[in-house]
């Protein structure tokens, strides 16, 4: 059934970091401090220069990038739910890692909590990746099907359906190099490698699925108060025992972007506000709909036009 015109809230994941991010709304929303101040104190480091000035290959560390991804986000949405201007979205999604940012969005988790499981995750899947060495490459240009067959193959995984034409690939070095190979020989328009310490969303993150495991048994779970879409099942998350199980299954199952968004759009979500660093949501909802309405908050100028708008 489709119903009146809805709003998604979308978060970004691993990759969409850029050195200096956080920097300008830090300095002119008080809401924004609050939030860095939370994960400067609850990490025990400066998580809050890292993001503003690197150095940029600090920033790229798995267990750096993830804390501060998060953190950014949650610190761009306090400022969205002060004041006059609450806007309070109908469904929420996010990219793998920005799965954590929506849970916190929909009060799942405290921004605290939010950050300091990102932290561990990133952790976890690092050290995954020095057991297994593994890699990721984003194939550009070919069929689902057709890179689906490459990946068995090769003896690699398909990590991220990201949007028609996007496929991740995923899997141990030497595998993902034969897989890139047959990419290229069977017309892909790029192959591009992610600036990944491993082969994330494969059965090689099973080591980090069990600790990850482990760490959300000690941590405080609500239930949503609006569908969190999880990006293993494309489907709503609505309970507290979805929401664990997904956090924990989506590490070793490939991201199910494009069917999270197709969900969404037939539930009558017309509008997306991508609310963190970078634009990359943007860009793959409009390969999946090209009339699809995208809104960008992520930094200083999007963010005051937001709160003087009062509406997306």
Known sequence: ???????????????????????????????????????????????SQLCFEGPEEDLRLTVNVQPAIVTFSLALLAVMQSGNHHLTPDFTA??????????SAAGTLNPSDAILLARERGKLMYQAGIKKPGAMAAVIGLANEVVSQLAAEAGVYVANYNCPGQIVISGETRRMEKAVGLATAHGALKVIPLQVSGAFHTTMM???????????????????????????????????????DELVQQLCHPVQWQKSIEYLLSQGVETFVEIGPGKVLSGLIKRIKRDA????????????DFMEEGAI
């Open 94 to 103: 996010g990219h793998s890692l920005g799965e954590y940012t929506a849970l």
């Open 293 to 304: 309405r995208t809104v960008n908050i992520g930094d200083a100028q999007s963010l005051k």
């Open 206 to 244: 099973q080591p980090a699925a069990d600790g990850l495991a482990q760490a959300i048994s000690t941590v405080s779970f609500n239930a949503p108060s609006f569908p969190v879409i999880g990006n293993a099942s494309a489907k709503p998350l609505v309970s507290i025992g979805d929401v664990k």
């Open 1 to 47: 059934m489709t119903h009146s015109p809805r709003v998604a809230f979308v978060f970004p994941g691993q990759g969409s970091q850029f050195v200096g991010m956080g920097k300008d709304v830090y300095a002119g929303f008080e809401k924004v401090r609050a939030v860095f101040d939370v994960a400067d104190k609850a990490l025990g480091f400066k998580l």
